[in-house]
């Protein structure tokens, strides 16, 4: 099992690095699972990245080897509007939608796009991570803190969103402009967790002002942002997907990881089952796989449910209380972050601080 | 149905079956005006929340939606969420477009109305903010609606719950019903225990001490009993009174019977054949009256009472003229009235008590003999008079008290005549009256208490 993850991560990592970021009327990537010509077909479409989430799928497609699955790698805004559309269209597109963008699933779900489904392994779930039994986060991952281990010296790791705000302080940091975090208008993730972030916690409006005086960068995608850590290009990074950085850290000893120690948001990426699919028992016991022990190790491997918060694996996360653990829960209180005039309010300041 | 915990069954049954189906209707609708109440607060709360918190800035409505709005209407965990925020020309700010306000209500106040949302049925609430400012003046609504889910299942909460009180006072209706019935049957049970436990020939009273419902049952038993003990003593005083009656002149018969075959002289073996001719005859008499006052005293017991004209008696019993056939040499005369004489009493009873008198007059008194029925001082009065003087006074004295012993049937046959028709006066509550009238003459009468009389 092992061997087959090393050798899928080393065969796409060149793709990854090509189409990770910038398309985006289309989807970015796709790839076929399973053997040409198997009985049936399944098509999964996602925001993560096909070279993560694919050894997931090779696992399900073991117990079901008469199944073809066409996995669809998308930007999440993209995958918002074509699911939306395929909804009141009454398209039939995909049978399984996996998302980031939580609060565009749970908009998704509530303009009643999504088929119902309960089981055994869905009724065991928490209830912050499911909803209406429509809607189900199957992983966890936390929002980090990324830093360059060379560039930044060990007393100014940033353990805290205000150790953060220290170091921006000083009128000739030399973290300005060498802070990055994502462009909010063109990642649904990043404006996730911005309003997550704004919702949390006071800090964050003390930070955005401060990222607008050092002339922080606001860019797309976790990959970019991470090898820009790595790079040295940036020094720190802010609300990078826990999952991604360490996915990177492995292969790339140059970055440090923190789980902020105030509060981390933690992320469940939202599967749902569009109303419309064609292959539902199919998508179902999909879902099922994701939540049984077998899903659950393949998903803790590709490390969608990040080991990170799990206190003994010695990492800088260690000692974080679980209070500090703030996961976004699929509830309608997320249809805010999705509303017109509230997002652009949202952007507008946020624009103020990035110009 | 005859079986009366089966009634008190089906009648619990029905009772708790119709006032289920009530309980249960009232429930729901009570359950589902709670819940309609209790989330329509949310929904406006909401409402205001978000209306709240509009602001103007460059004349135009900012509206940045407050989380804890939606928390807010998060405590119905599982159903969608509508809202849609119209701007004073009626342009949608934000929020769902698809939302339609009731077109009756143009000039929508505040308030509530029912609609749909993405196909399922919603419930929505309507607040209106007015704005004056100088860049934007008029009013913005906000509205919100959700899904019904947890306003049924509410809804359905309370009825289940309500039910499961119902059903469980149903049981105990149930309970309670099967303790009256055995509590009730159990004096019942007691009765019939004592009953068959009786000895045969034991017809005392029975014990009374039952619940009042019961003793009715109890008092009609003990009254039949005590006719039949009655009858039963009438009946074993009638036998033993026969038996001591008869010996006498059975025996008297059979010696004469013996002189008979022992007698060789022919002019004396006639005597006895004269001798016995008379004592037969008398027997028979006797034997007739003996069958008389056993009807008597069984009629008394058992026959219906009904409206008698004694006037029909006196006539019937001078009619059918025996006293011609037997004693043509006496002189009988009817005196009837024109007023009907009623009593309530059993005919044939009444005449032979009167054919009784008759014989007695015929046999003790002296010509002219007189029967009548008349009214005298609201008695009705059935009578037997002749020229004698009647028994004399002690006689009469020891009659008198023979009567009240009940021992005047072991006399001779006058005695037994004047039996049967003191008897008959008892059994119909009257008197038999023994009397020297004014005018030298000896009245046999029985007087009873007049009928009243008819409306006719």
């Given at each position: 099992?092992?061997?087959?993850?090393?050798?899928?991560?080393?065969?796409?990592?060149?793709?990854?690095?090509?189409?990770?970021?910038?398309?985006?009327?289309?989807?970015?990537?796709?790839?076929?699972?399973?053997?040409?010509?198997?009985?049936?077909?399944?098509?999964?479409?996602?925001?993560?990245?096909?070279?993560?989430?694919?050894?997931?799928?090779?696992?399900?497609?073991?117990?079901?080897?008469?199944?073809?699955?066409?996995?669809?790698?998308?930007?999440?805004?993209?995958?918002?509007?074509?699911?939306?559309q395929?909804?009141?269209?009454?398209?039939?597109g995909?049978?399984?939608?996996?998302?980031?963008?939580?609060?565009?699933?749970?908009?998704?779900?509530?303009?009643?796009c999504?088929?119902?489904?309960?089981?055994?392994?869905?009724?065991?779930?928490?209830?912050?991570?499911?909803?209406?039994?429509?809607?189900?986060?199957?992983?966890?991952?936390?929002?980090?803190?990324?830093?360059?281990?060379?560039?930044?010296?060990?007393?100014?790791?940033?353990?805290?969103?205000?150790?953060?705000?220290?170091?921006?302080?000083?009128?000739?940091?030399?973290?300005?402009?060498?802070?990055?975090?994502?462009?909010?208008?063109?990642s649904?993730?990043?404006?996730?967790?911005a309003?997550?972030?704004?919702?949390?916690?006071?800090?964050?409006?003390?930070?955005?002002?401060?990222?607008?005086?050092?002339?922080?960068?606001?860019?797309?995608?976790?990959?970019?942002?991470?090898r820009?850590?790595?790079?040295?290009?940036?020094?720190?990074?802010?609300?990078?997907?826990?999952?991604?950085?360490?996915?990177?850290?492995?292969?790339?000893e140059?970055?440090?990881?923190?789980?902020?120690?105030?509060?981390?948001?933690?992320?469940?990426?939202?599967?749902?089952i569009?109303?419309?699919?064609?292959?539902?028992?199919?998508?179902?016991?999909?879902?099922?796989?994701?939540?049984?022990?077998?899903?659950?190790?393949?998903?803790?491997?590709?490390?969608?449910?990040?080991?990170?918060?799990?206190?003994?694996?010695?990492?800088?996360?260690?000692?974080?209380?679980?209070?500090?653990?703030?996961?976004?829960?699929?509830?309608?209180?997320?249809?805010?972050?999705?509303?017109?005039?509230?997002?652009?309010?949202?952007?507008?300041?946020?624009?103020?601080?990035?110009? | 149905m005859?079986?009366?915990?089966?009634?008190?069954?089906?009648?619990?049954?029905?009772?708790?079956?119709i006032?289920?189906?009530?309980?249960?209707?009232?429930?729901?609708?009570?359950?589902?005006?709670?819940?309609?109440?209790?989330?329509?607060?949310?929904?406006?709360?909401?409402?205001?929340?978000?209306?709240?918190?509009?602001?103007?800035?460059?004349?135009?409505?900012?509206?940045?939606?407050?989380?804890?709005?939606?928390?807010?209407?998060?405590?119905?965990?599982?159903?969608?969420?509508?809202?849609?925020?119209?701007?004073?020309?009626?342009?949608?700010?934000?929020?769902?477009?698809?939302?339609?306000?009731?077109?009756?209500?143009?000039?929508?106040?505040?308030?509530?109305?029912?609609?749909?949302?993405?196909?399922?049925?919603?419930?929505?609430?309507?607040?209106?903010?007015?704005?004056?400012?100088?860049?934007?003046?008029?009013?913005?609504?906000?509205?919100?609606?959700?899904?019904?889910?947890?306003?049924?299942?509410?809804?359905?909460?309370?009825?289940?719950?309500?039910?499961?009180?119902?059903?469980?006072?149903g049981l105990?209706?149930?309970?309670?019903?099967?303790?009256?019935?055995?509590?009730?049957?159990?004096?019942?049970?007691?009765?019939?225990?004592?009953?068959?436990?009786?000895?045969?020939?034991?017809?005392?009273?029975?014990?009374?001490?039952?619940?009042?419902?019961?003793?009715?049952?109890?008092?009609?038993?003990?009254?039949?009993?005590?006719?039949?003990?009655?009858?039963?003593?009438?009946?074993r005083?009638?036998?033993?009174?026969?038996?001591?009656?008869?010996?006498?002149?059975?025996?008297?018969?059979?010696?004469q019977?013996?002189?008979?075959?022992?007698?060789?002289?022919?002019?004396?073996?006639?005597?006895?054949?004269?001798?016995?001719?008379?004592?037969?005859?008398?027997?028979?008499?006797l034997?007739?009256?003996?069958?008389?006052?056993?009807?008597?005293?069984?009629?008394?017991?058992?026959?219906?009472?009904?409206?008698?004209?004694?006037?029909?008696?006196?006539?019937?019993?001078?009619?059918?003229?025996?006293?011609?056939?037997?004693?043509?040499?006496?002189?009988?005369?009817?005196?009837?009235?024109?007023?009907?004489?009623?009593?309530?009493?059993?005919?044939?009873?009444?005449?032979?008590?009167l054919?009784?008198?008759?014989?007695?007059?015929?046999?003790?008194?002296?010509?002219?003999?007189?029967?009548?029925?008349s009214?005298?001082?609201?008695?009705?009065?059935?009578?037997?008079?002749?020229?004698?003087?009647?028994?004399?006074?002690?006689?009469?004295?020891?009659?008198?008290?023979?009567?009240?012993?009940?021992?005047?049937?072991?006399?001779?046959?006058?005695?037994?005549?004047?039996?049967?028709?003191?008897?008959?006066?008892?059994?119909?509550?009257?008197?038999?009256?023994?009397?020297?009238?004014?005018?030298?003459?000896?009245?046999?009468?029985?007087?009873?208490?007049?009928?009243?009389?008819?409306?006719?």
């Amino acid at each position: 099992m092992r061997t087959v993850f090393l050798s899928w991560r080393t065969f796409l990592a060149g793709i990854l690095v090509l189409l990770n970021c910038g398309l985006s009327a289309a989807q970015e990537m796709v790839a076929d699972f399973g053997r040409e010509g198997a009985g049936q077909d399944l098509v999964l479409r996602s925001t993560t990245d096909i070279a993560i989430f694919g050894p997931v799928v090779e696992t399900f497609l073991q117990a079901h080897p008469d199944v073809r699955l066409r996995y669809e790698q998308w930007g999440s805004n993209e995958l918002y509007r074509l699911s939306r559309q395929d909804c009141r269209s009454d398209e039939a597109g995909a049978d399984i939608v996996i998302s980031s963008a939580v609060h565009q699933m749970v908009q998704l779900v509530n303009e009643a796009c999504a088929a119902g489904y309960r089981s055994r392994l869905t009724d065991q779930l928490p209830g912050a991570l499911r909803w209406r039994d429509e809607l189900w986060g199957i992983t966890r991952e936390p929002a980090v803190m990324v830093y360059n281990r060379d560039l930044v010296p060990a007393g100014d790791i940033p353990r805290t969103r205000f150790d953060l705000l220290d170091l921006l302080r000083p009128s000739d940091t030399r973290y300005a402009g060498r802070v990055a975090t994502y462009d909010i208008e063109e990642s649904g993730l990043g404006y996730l967790f911005a309003f997550a972030d704004a919702q949390e916690a006071s800090t964050f409006g003390a930070l955005q002002e401060s990222f607008g005086r050092t002339r922080a960068i606001s860019t797309c995608c976790s990959a970019d942002i991470i090898r820009g850590v790595a790079e040295g290009q940036y020094l720190i990074a802010y609300n990078v997907l826990g999952s991604y950085a360490q996915g990177y850290q492995q292969q790339d000893e140059r970055i440090g990881i923190v789980l902020p120690s105030d509060y981390t948001l933690v992320l469940s990426r939202a599967l749902m089952i569009p109303k419309q699919a064609r292959r539902k028992p199919l998508a179902e016991a999909f879902l099922d796989f994701l939540l049984s022990p077998e899903g659950t190790l393949a998903l803790r491997t590709a490390l969608l449910i990040s080991p990170l918060l799990e206190a003994e694996d010695g990492n800088e996360g260690e000692g974080l209380s679980s209070t500090a653990l703030r996961p976004i829960g699929l509830s309608p209180a997320l249809m805010v972050a999705l509303d017109g005039l509230t997002r652009e309010t949202f952007l507008r300041r946020w624009r103020a601080t990035f110009p | 149905m005859t079986s009366l915990t089966a009634r008190v069954a089906a009648g619990v049954a029905v009772l708790l079956i119709i006032g289920g189906v009530i309980v249960s209707i009232a429930a729901f609708a009570y359950g589902r005006e709670a819940a309609r109440s209790a989330f329509d607060r949310l929904l406006l709360g909401a409402a205001h929340d978000i209306a709240s918190a509009i602001t103007v800035q460059d004349g135009k409505p900012v509206i940045e939606l407050p989380v804890s709005a939606f928390e807010l209407l998060a405590f119905a965990p599982d159903d969608r969420i509508g809202y849609r925020i119209i701007g004073p020309e009626g342009k949608t700010l934000t929020g769902y477009e698809e939302i339609a306000l009731p077109a009756n209500r143009r000039d929508l106040r505040d308030g509530y109305f029912d609609g749909s949302f993405f196909g399922e049925p919603a419930r929505y609430a309507i607040v209106s903010r007015r704005f004056a400012e100088r860049t934007l003046n008029g009013t913005i609504r906000v509205v919100v609606g959700q899904t019904m889910l947890a306003r049924n299942s509410m809804a359905y909460d309370i009825t289940r719950k309500a039910l499961y009180v119902l059903a469980a006072s149903g049981l105990a209706m149930i309970l309670l019903a099967v303790v009256v019935v055995r509590s009730v049957l159990t004096p019942l049970e007691r009765i019939a225990g004592g009953l068959s436990a009786r000895d045969p020939h034991d017809l005392t009273p029975m014990d009374t001490s039952v619940p009042r419902e019961t003793a009715v049952m109890i008092d009609a038993l003990n009254g039949f009993m005590a006719r039949l003990d009655r009858q039963m003593n009438s009946m074993r005083h009638l036998i033993s009174d026969t038996a001591h009656q008869l010996r006498t002149p059975v025996a008297a018969l059979r010696a004469q019977a013996d002189l008979f075959s022992g007698e060789a002289d022919l002019s004396r073996k006639e005597k006895i054949v004269e001798r016995i001719q008379t004592r037969s005859a008398s027997l028979g008499r006797l034997l007739d009256q003996m069958l008389s006052q056993a009807l008597v005293i069984h009629r008394g017991d058992s026959a219906r009472r009904e409206t008698v004209d004694l006037r029909d008696i006196a006539l019937d019993v001078f009619e059918e003229g025996d006293h011609a056939v037997l004693n043509p040499e006496m002189d009988v005369a009817l005196d009837i009235g024109e007023k009907p004489v009623e009593v309530l009493a059993d005919v044939p009873s009444l005449k032979e008590a009167l054919k009784n008198l008759l014989s007695n007059a015929f046999k003790y008194g002296r010509p002219p003999v007189r029967i009548g029925a008349s009214l005298e001082d609201g008695k009705a009065v059935i009578w037997v008079e002749d020229a004698g003087k009647g028994p004399d006074r002690q006689t009469l004295d020891e009659l008198g008290t023979r009567f009240n012993r009940g021992t005047l049937a072991r006399q001779a046959s006058s005695g037994l005549g004047l039996a049967i028709a003191h008897s008959v006066a008892v059994s119909f509550g009257g008197e038999l009256v023994l009397e020297q009238t004014s005018g030298e003459r000896f009245r046999a009468a029985l007087l009873f208490d007049a009928a009243p009389a008819r409306s006719a």
